[in-house]
């Protein structure tokens, strides 16, 4: 599938249920392999970067089991595991070298992450900097800045830190890091990112805490299992959302979906151009908020002002949000997104890019992007860049463009949402 063609679709109707969320996939992982004893995970999502981490956490002598979505984790606790005796691959997924590399700045023995091409240019320094300050022993490619990532862990002192920019990830693996120390790490952030790890800690008998923007943790105090359920992907219906929005007379229900408010920044973004998503049946799964979203298509959406306060909870959600704006009439800008230009791609470069090849015009920032809306988008032939969430958004940018659009490098999607043509397929149909 390394080439698929769309074509407009007349209407976008129907209901669907989104892959499990990612992030939440990871950590369930994770969470469940240092606790003491067996856990259940129920709607756990397959895909390439969970089945990374699953496979990180097998390497380290965690027993992982399960058919299609249920897995069963009979973990370790904080100081069972082993030191590996193979190179740990994590693949395409951030999450997972970088999360990992908090929990193996804690154990005593050797260890090396590594990825694929994308994943080993992609900055390490953001982890390395503060975990070396907690006194792990890591070594990187090119100045400690790439991977692969040679690990020694062992006794950490807890650390207060204040990180220069909001991530998920680096707080994420500086409070799995916090687990190990003897005292309370503190860190705190400029913006709020995703709090999945702080929700999930918490209720597996971790001593931590929020205060506003800081985040407490102390350590020496062992995890229990977990029996939880995983919440649809905020991230993946967001596609969907974006292409109900564009062609006319659409209709769509996603079921099950978190609504976790720093996830949530797309709503904002699209509620500010002009477009309404309905949350029904909200409710909490496994102490997420989880809702249905209906949506429509509005009469037309106008152009916006984005900045760095709304990034971190749209930080997934930018490529299909650029494709909103190429159809608002006037001029968005959406600034404070510098972060972007390390993810699989540089998302700001290749939407930027892509958008072009399909007529819009586009003004690229070192932080952002602007885009001349309502201009009309043409099919063309657009590249993924190896990214599954430019695979996406140029789909549904195909679905409300004249004529057809051919997606290079589409198997892109299997990162995260491996059913995502065939949804799309379904819906449009």
């Known amino acids: 599938m390394d080439r698929v063609e769309i074509r407009p679709a007349r209407h976008f109707k129907g209901e669907f249920f989104p892959p499990?969320?990612?992030?939440?996939?990871?950590?369930?992982?994770?969470?469940?392999s240092l606790a003491s004893g067996r856990s259940v995970v129920k709607n756990f999502l397959r895909a390439q970067d969970t089945e990374s981490t699953m496979n990180a956490f097998r390497r380290l002598g965690v027993g992982i089991t399960g058919?299609?979505?249920?897995?069963?984790?009979?973990?370790?606790?904080?100081?069972?595991?082993?030191?590996?005796?193979?190179?740990?691959?994590?693949?395409?997924?951030?999450?997972?070298?970088?999360?990992?590399?908090?929990?193996?700045?804690?154990?005593?023995?050797?260890?090396?992450?590594?990825?694929?091409?994308?994943?080993?240019?992609?900055?390490?320094?953001?982890?390395i900097g503060p975990l070396g300050m907690m006194g792990a022993q890591i070594s990187a490619r090119s100045d400690n800045r790439f991977p692969p990532l040679a690990i020694k862990g062992g006794a950490l002192r807890p650390l207060r830190y204040e990180m220069p920019v909001a991530s998920a990830q680096v707080k994420s693996s500086l409070l799995l890091a916090g687990l190990y120390c003897e005292g309370e790490t503190e860190i705190s952030e400029p913006t709020q990112s995703r709090d999945h790890t702080e929700r999930m800690l918490p209720a597996q008998g971790a001593d931590l805490r929020t205060e506003g923007l800081r985040v407490f943790v102390r350590g020496g105090r062992e995890l229990s299992p977990m029996e939880m359920e995983v919440p649809g992907d905020f991230s993946s219906a967001a596609f969907f959302i974006v292409a109900a929005l564009l062609v006319p007379g659409s209709e769509i229900i996603a079921r099950n979906v978190g609504i976790n408010p720093t996830r949530t920044g797309l709503l904002r973004a699209l509620s500010m151009m002009g477009a309404a998503v309905e949350i029904q049946n909200a409710r909490e799964m496994s102490g997420e908020p989880v809702a249905d979203l209906r949506c429509t298509s509005p009469a037309g959406l106008k152009a916006v002002g984005l900045t760095e306060e709304i990034i971190p909870s749209l930080i997934d959600e930018f490529p299909v949000l650029c494709?909103?704006?190429?159809?608002?009439?006037?001029?968005?800008?959406?600034?404070?997104?510098?972060?972007?230009?390390?993810?699989?791609?540089?998302?700001?470069?290749?939407?930027?890019?892509?958008?072009?090849?399909?007529?819009?015009?586009?003004?690229?920032?070192?932080?952002?992007?602007?885009?001349?809306?309502?201009?009309?988008?043409?099919?063309?032939?657009?590249?993924?860049?190896?990214?599954h969430r430019i695979a996406m958004a140029m789909a549904v940018g195909a679905l409300a463009a004249e004529g057809v659009t051919t997606i290079r490098n589409a198997s892109a999607v299997g990162i995260s949402f491996p059913s995502f043509f065939d949804t799309l397929a379904r819906l449009s149909s």
């Open 20 to 32: 499990a969320d990612k992030s939440i996939s990871h950590r369930a992982v994770i969470l469940s």
């Open 67 to 127: 058919e299609g979505g249920t897995l069963t984790i009979n973990g370790k606790g904080l100081h069972g595991l082993s030191e590996p005796s193979d190179v740990i691959d994590c693949g395409n997924s951030g999450t997972t070298i970088r999360l990992i590399s908090g929990v193996l700045s804690g154990n005593p023995f050797f260890s090396v992450l590594t990825g694929d091409d994308s994943l080993r240019s992609r900055p390490m320094a953001r982890v």
């Open 323 to 387: 494709i909103a704006a190429a159809h608002a009439e006037g001029f968005t800008t959406i600034r404070g997104a510098g972060e972007l230009r390390v993810k699989e791609s540089d998302r700001i470069r290749a939407m930027a890019s892509e958008l072009k090849k399909m007529g819009v015009k586009v003004e690229e920032y070192p932080d952002g992007i602007g885009i001349q809306g309502a201009a009309g988008l043409k099919g063309a032939e657009v590249d993924s860049h190896g990214d």
